[in-house]
Structure formats: C-alpha cells, structure tokens
C-alpha cells in the first residue's frame, strides 16, 4: 500500500508502482507540506520585519493606522508563489532580495544534506525564470543522490525552457539508473518546442560516446519526417550499434525513394566504414535492381575493408536474383579477357548456388594458372563442403605450386567452418 505522506515513500523504499502517487504528494508538499519550514526560514531572511506605529505621547489621540496597502511587486504573498517570476518592475530592494532568495534556492539544491530540501529547492527554482539556476539543476540531474531531486531537476529545467539543460536531459534519459528519473526527463524533453530543442538533441547525439544515449537522441529525431537538417544524424546512424541500426534502418526506408537512394549513395561513399557497411545492409533491404547494382559497386572496389566487403557479399548472395547470373556465367566461361574472366569467377563464387559450383569446379582445372587461382578464391565465398576433395587434388599438382598458398589457405577455411558446423549441431541436440 502507498501513503502519500510516508517518508519511507520519498527515500525509495516503496515499489515503483508507488513513486508516482509519492512524487504527486511532494508536488503538493511544495506550497503546503515538507518544505514550508524551510521556504519560510527563507522568506524570513528576505522579507523586511513589520514595524507597529510608535505609541501615542500621553494626552494625545493615537494617529490611526493606516490600511495595509499591497505588497510590493515581487513580494511572494502577491502571487502565491515563493519566487517571483521577474526582476522587472521590482525596486532595487525588492531585486535585491529576489536574488539574495533565488541564490540560497541554488545553494540549498547544491549542499543541503536533506534530499527533501534539495528537492524543494530544485521546484522552487523551476518557477524562478532566472537563468542563474540552470547549472546547479544541471549539476543535480547528473550527480544528485537521490532520484526524486534528479527527476525534478529535469523538469525544472524544462519549465525555465532552458536550452542548456536538454543535452543533459536527453542523457538522463538514455542512461540514469532510475527508470522514473528516466520518465522524467522523456516528459521534460517533450515540454521543449521541437524546432528549439532540435539543433541541442543533435549536438547530444553528435557529441555521445554512450549509444544509450544516441538511442534517444536518434528516436527524438525520427519521430518526425526527416528533414536536411536532421538527415546528417540518419546517414551518421548507419554506422549505429545494432539496436540503433534498427531505428535508422527503419527511419532510412520511410523516405521518399528518390531521397532514400541519395543518402545510401552518400553512406556508401562515407569515409566511416561502420556508415558504408550499414549502408550496404540497408540496400539489401530496399532490394531492388538499383540497389543491387550499388552494393556490386562497393564489393568490387579496388580498395574496401573486409568488414564491407563482407557485408556486399552477403547482401549480393541475399540480392542474386536481381543480378545478371547467367551473363556472369557465360563471361566466366569463355570471355576472352582474363580479368573479365577472373571477376566473373568471383562474382560467381559470391552469388553461390548449384550452377555456379560447376563453373567454379571447371575453372580450378582450366590451362591457365590465373583462372585456376581465381577459382580457388571463389570456392571460399561459395563455401560449399563438397568442393574440399577437388581443392586437396590441386593441392597435390606441382603444377599449382604458385597458388598453392591460396589452395591450402582456402581448404583451412573450408574445413573449419565444416568443424564449427558440427560442433553447433552437436551442441544443439545436447
């Protein structure tokens, strides 16, 4: 059972299910409860002391007193509220003492041992419109102990609409240990315009090493169409952790396919390998003829780390029905180019399949030692078990001693992708 009023429930005791009924109360607290000592000890400091008329002189009619005018501009029993929203139209006194409160607000958030204080402080100072507070709630959102003053820090940056704040917002989001701190700053983030907040979100996900963090910052940016200034933050996340991936991935093919194209054109010419393999990975998703025609690009470049090139292999073989298999076909088997040959061999050995196993097994006998060298190559992209005993017979002809590196290189690999495979199997059935 919660109780609003339960200080076990404010110390993080009380189940989850409890902490929004016990934050609901603390809000309440704020003008009635737990912090009115304190916000009276405040005022006491700030609020000149009343004065009584000096006593008639004996024989004379005390003056009458006169009525009570209002309370100057700012004083905190005008508007109800503990801190004045602006300096403006204050007298110099009266300014005075604002400010003397607001910075008592920011050192009771930053050093009073009770987190109730330090909470009170932290909504206090969330209606105080002065831009003075926002590091110390800043401060408090990254480092405070206790959640409750974290989760209110952010809110109350939120209600200053201080810019600042959304970067350290979108990182309690992704990372604080508290899933309520963590609510928290999701509905502090939304309080903020979008077209305010956008460019801070970017520069949080452009600066995070922590993919948690990126992870909200990339939702907060796809949430709505994609624009030219958010596209940037798209083509990056190509590059993502996995589950970031998959928000990009998704994101990437919404868009208009004109538009689509052109980003994946620039991711797989970015200089970040990560961005050109999940290019690449996206284009085998969109799979159409284009597509496929830009992945054969990247896998055939002179020059292309292996982690790309691996992912063109796979999304080739995923994509063989939109390649012209039979063309490589007949170019493997009777262009009278030798490169022409040679890349048709690989591209063969890449795509897999029955037909182009019977290509490559006859090129690994052909007259020439370069066709044969590229067959043995393709047989390890093709990774088929059946071609091991034609690769330990040319391992034995001398005539293949200039390829024989490759021969016994290719058979390794082949025989322990064979091991791995019973070993899972045999581990399976366990």
Known sequence: MCYANDDMALLGSPPRSCVKQA???????????????????????????KTSAPAAPPGKAATPEKPPTQPPPGDP????????????????????DRDAYVQRLIDALSHDDAFKVRLQ??????????????????????????????????????????????????????????????EEAE????????????????????????????KVALAYVVAQPITPETEPV?????????????ITKGAVLKLEPARMMALLQRGIDHHDAAVRRGAVNVLRGVNNEEAARLVLGVYERDIEVEEVRAAARESLRAMRSLLPIQQFVKEAQSSSERYARARAIKLLGVVGGDEAEKVLLAASHDDEIYIRG??????????????????????????????????????KHLKDARVAQTGASGGGAQ
Do not use: C, W
């Open 187 to 214: 509905r502090a983030l939304a309080k903020f315009e979008r077209v305010e907040a956008l460019p801070s979100v970017v520069a949080a996900y452009n600066g995070a090493e922590d993919s948690r963090v990126r």
């Open 374 to 411: 590229s067959a043995v190559l393709a047989m390890q992209y093709l990774g088929s078990q059946s071609v091991i005993p034609t690769l330990e017979k040319l391992a034995s002809d001398p005539d293949n001693a200039r390829i024989l590196l490759q021969i016994r290189s290719v058979l």
């Open 77 to 96: 029993e005008r508007d109800g509220e503990a801190v004045p929203r602006s300096n403006e139209s204050l007298t110099p006194v009266a300014r005075a």
């Open 23 to 49: 934050t609901a109360g603390l809000v309440v607290a704020v003008g009635f409860g737990l912090a009115l000592g304190f916000t009276e000890s405040v005022l006491a400091q700030t609020t000149p002391p």
């Open 121 to 182: 402080a932290a909504v206090l100072l969330g209606r105080s419109n002065d831009e003075r507070a926002a590091p110390a709630l800043i401060s408090a959102l990254a480092s405070d102990a206790h959640y409750t003053v974290r989760a209110a820090s952010a809110t109350a940056l939120a209600n200053l609409n201080e810019q600042r704040g959304i970067a350290h917002i979108v990182k309690a989001q992704g990372v604080d240990r508290e899933a309520f701190v963590r």
């Open 234 to 246: 798209l083509e990056r996340a190509l590059g993502e952790t996995p589950e970031n991936f998959d």
